[in-house]
Each structure stands twice: as C-alpha cells, then as structure tokens.
C-alpha cells in the first residue's frame, strides 16, 4: 500500500515568489493535515482538512492557504516567500477528522534564498 | 497551556541499555498522545500511541509509561540498538480537534 506522497521533494525559491505543495493521502484516508518543520524543532500545525473543508488553522500568517480536493488530495500554497519559510512541509493523512492516528509523508524540503 | 515539553535534548546510550525519553503537558484536554521518529531527510513515523485511560502501552520493545495525575508520559527503548538512531518526537492532541502539538524532540544515538 501507497503511504503519504509529497511533491515535489525539494524546492528552492526565492524570496517573494510563491510555491505550491502537494499532498496525497493515503488511499481511503479523507483528512490532511500540514505541518511545518523547522531544522532542529518539531512540527508546527498549519492546517487541517476533513471533506474538502477546513477544520482546523495553526498560527501561521494569511500568506499560508491550502484546499482539499475532491479525491482529497491537498495543496498548500505560501505567497510572498520569507527566507523564515525554509523548513521541512509536511503533509499527514487520517482516515477521518479528529482523534484518528495520522500519518506523515516524507514531506517536501524548502529553501527559499 | 498548549504546549508539550521533552527532555532530554539529546541522549547517548550504549546497545543494549535502555532509553528513556520524557514529555510534559499543561492542557488536561489533551488525550492522545504518540510518539514519533524521524530519521534524517524523512518524515516521522508513528511509534507507539496512549490515550489517558490506561498507565502504560507496550510494543516490542517499546513502552510508553503514563501519569495522568503528574501530566507526563515518557518513552522506554529497551534493548536499544543503534538502528534506534534517530530523533524521536512525543505528541498531543485533544478532542476532535486533531491537531498534533509536539514536543521539541531529542536525539538518540546509540552506541555499538
């Protein structure tokens, strides 16, 4: 079975341009949630999705978005790109919204110079 | 109040010895609690999980012990072995809110 799949791996941008990430859950999973992992910290919530919409926002700035399609697969989308950005995304699936284990992808690593 | 403390930061041991890593909560809201490793340019991957209804949960060799009335639970690795190696994470959430709040992670590197 298919687990969690990101794309693209690596991502180097520079400051304000904008990036898209994509998320995959894993198959039956309808909740996605996003992570952002600084070097040496633990994961920051973002968002999470259940359904196509939105049930949960961390403290992260309006440049953050993200949506949830109807496969439920995910996108999220940093405009205005801070050299702060740089950091490991990562995307975690459950099968349903709430107390469900999640599971995490390999995530996506971006540099932004 | 929602965050989750983990200590130590790093720790070393020796094959074969036991390793022990810590988490302290605030929120009494909080009643899932994973731990998490991650190697190196990887996302972390589930371990082992608790929820407050019962004091310890063991898998393999992998047991989480859990103090409801302190607020802390805690990781033991026994008979670690250097593919251990890794940063492992402790994690909350409450409710049906299924946001995960981490730890700040610690370091294990177990010597052959």
């Known amino acids: 079975d298919a687990g969690v799949t990101q794309s693209p791996t690596h991502l180097i941008k520079t400051r304000g341009q904008q990036v898209t990430l994509r998320c995959s859950p894993i198959s039956g999973h309808k909740s996605v949630s996003w992570y952002q992992q600084v070097l040496g910290q633990g994961p920051q919530f973002i968002f999470q999705?259940?359904?196509?919409?939105?049930?949960g926002r961390g403290n992260f700035p309006d440049r953050f978005s993200a949506r949830q399609f109807p496969n439920y697969s995910s996108e999220l989308n940093v405009n205005a790109l801070l050299l702060g950005d740089s950091a490991l995304y990562l995307c975690?699936?459950?099968?349903?919204?709430?107390?469900?284990?999640?599971?995490f992808g390999p995530g996506t690593r971006l540099l932004v110079l | 109040q929602q965050q989750v403390k983990q200590s130590p930061q790093s720790l070393i041991v020796q094959k074969g010895g036991i390793s022990i890593i810590n988490c302290a909560y605030e929120?009494?809201?909080?009643?899932?609690f994973p731990w998490y490793q991650q190697f190196p340019g990887k996302g972390p991957a589930l371990l082992i999980a608790?929820?407050?209804?019962?004091s310890e949960k063991k898998e393999g060799r992998f047991t989480i012990s859990f103090n409801k009335s302190a607020k802390q639970f805690s990781l033991h690795i026994m008979d670690s072995q250097p593919g251990d190696s890794a940063t492992y994470f402790c994690a909350a959430s409450s409710g049906n809110t299924g946001k995960l709040i981490f730890g700040q992670g610690t370091t294990l590197q177990v010597k052959p």
């Open positions: 975690a699936s459950s099968l349903i919204w709430g107390k469900e284990t999640q599971y």
């Open positions: 929120n009494t809201a909080f009643d899932y």
């Open positions: 999705y259940y359904e196509k919409e939105e049930r």
């Open positions: 608790i929820r407050p209804d019962v």
